[in-house]
């Protein structure tokens, strides 16, 4: 294989008296409260991120609905308090509308659309932040503001290619360098449809181009090939602080990174539209990184590394050999290897965090283990970069071309959707 390029419900004003709902804490920093206007946004991303869990969301295409549910919020903050365009064209909002009232509700709307099964906890949640408002004319214009960037979010959605059947990739006979199902599942790809979903921001899933994994004969792939079985095996050159580096990085990365960045704005004191604003640019990039990567999964095809080191005798490449029973210290995920979803979605974040804060970070973008281990924190994009990259190395499941080509179309993805959100005037 050579490299290459490759209808919504009108609403009504909700008056019954307000519930309360828990959620878990998530700031790292010992930090000032966050901005008052601004835990809007904070809270109803906390709310996002356990309507996914709960509605069994794979990682993957979730990316999408926190972007749309970012989008609606964004739209209807910056509609009524200016600085920033809409994403979406929105009519002119009154001048006393409640920002708060406004993103709270387009959160609400954009979820309960998509997660009726959810509707309960979030109508409970929906009367909560209202009841953080003053009753008058600010919070029923702000209603009004925010049910209108719902429905145009989720209109602009409608028929574009979620859930669509799309055959899985490849197929017999296979030829060497193709993926197929892997041990111990031998699960068919994942939600192939996400690489040919309509992005939120790119003109395409394939605008980025990408070079492709190296030629199975070449002296590139012996070396990737060399470093995954030395270093990702059950069996391995790793040292322990690797192993618990690789492990850190396995859990769910999308939550991962809205914790940090949670802590990030809260930190940072960011009012309410450069609240909106960095989540809505954060989840447009992640979630067309995943878009883009999915695509290139399934162009390309490329087999994973046990299946690689398994069968070396047929690859055509002198340097690389069978090494009999290899496996990678953690199971596949069931989809190629080409490029790594989670390089993608890292390179998505670590490019939203230079291009709004710079590639130093201060504060520290404190990462959550979601374990019962140590955070990481970060204070070099860089940095975040290379260790992701080496971890899904030490964890056996991808080559390093996935790795570094996956980074960079997160970081071209992240460039694209930064330049699209443009700022008033």
């Known amino acids: 294989m050579k490299r290459r390029s490759i209808g919504v419900v009108a609403v009504g004003v909700l008056a019954a008296g307000a519930l309360s709902v828990t959620v878990a804490p998530t700031a790292i920093h010992a930090t000032p409260a966050v901005d008052r206007d601004a835990a809007a946004i904070v809270t109803w991303n906390e709310i996002t991120e356990r309507t ?32 920033y365009e809409p994403f979406a064209p929105q009519p002119r909002a009154h001048r006393h509308a409640s920002p708060e009232a406004a993103a709270a509700t387009a959160a609400y709307l954009v979820l309960s659309h998509y997660f009726p099964a959810s509707r309960q906890a979030l109508t409970a949640d929906y009367l909560s932040s209202l009841a953080d408002v003053d009753n008058g004319v600010g919070k029923v214009h702000g209603i009004k503001v925010g049910a209108i960037a719902a429905i145009k979010m989720i209109a602009s959605r409608r028929d574009d290619g979620r859930d669509a059947i799309v055959p899985q990739p ?6 060497p360098g193709e993926w197929r199902p892997t041990a111990p599942a031998f699960a068919p790809m994942l939600t192939p449809w996400l690489g040919f979903v309509d992005p939120v921001v790119l003109s395409s899933p394939t605008a980025v181009p990408l070079g492709g994994p190296p030629a199975l004969d070449s002296a590139t792939y012996a070396a990737d090939f060399a470093e995954v079985r030395d270093f990702g095996g059950t069996v391995s050159q790793r040292s322990l602080e690797q192993t618990a580096t690789a492990q850190f990085w396995v859990p769910n990365v999308i939550r991962q990174y809205h914790i940090a960045m949670r802590d990030q704005v809260t930190y940072r004191g960011l009012d309410i539209v450069d609240t909106a604003r960095t989540f809505a640019v954060l989840d447009a990039s992640i979630a067309d990184a995943a878009v883009a990567c999915w695509r290139a999964k399934y162009d390309v095809n490329f087999w994973r590394p046990d299946t690689a080191i398994a069968l070396a005798d047929t690859d055509g490449n002198p340097a690389t050999d069978i090494v009999a029973g290899w496996t990678p210290l953690i199971p596949n995920p069931p989809y190629p290897d080409y490029t790594s979803g989670h390089a993608c979605i890292t390179g998505a974040t670590t490019g939203t965090l230079e291009n709004l804060f710079g590639t130093t970070i201060n504060p520290a973008f ?21 260790e992701t990259m080496n971890a899904r190395i030490w964890l056996g499941i991808h080559f390093r071309t996935a790795m570094t080509d996956g980074n960079a179309l997160g970081h071209a993805v992240a460039n694209t959707v930064a330049a699209a959100f443009h700022a008033t005037g």
């Open 52 to 83: 996914l869990a709960e509605n069994t969301v794979p990682i993957p295409p979730s990316g999408l609905y926190f972007a749309f549910t970012a989008l609606a919020m964004y739209d209807a903050v910056v509609t009524i308090e200016g600085r």
């Open 366 to 386: 404190d990462v959550p283990s979601l374990a019962a281990t140590p955070n990481r924190q970060f204070t070099d994009t860089k940095a975040l970069d290379a």
């Open 170 to 175: 490849g197929g017999p006979p296979l030829d």
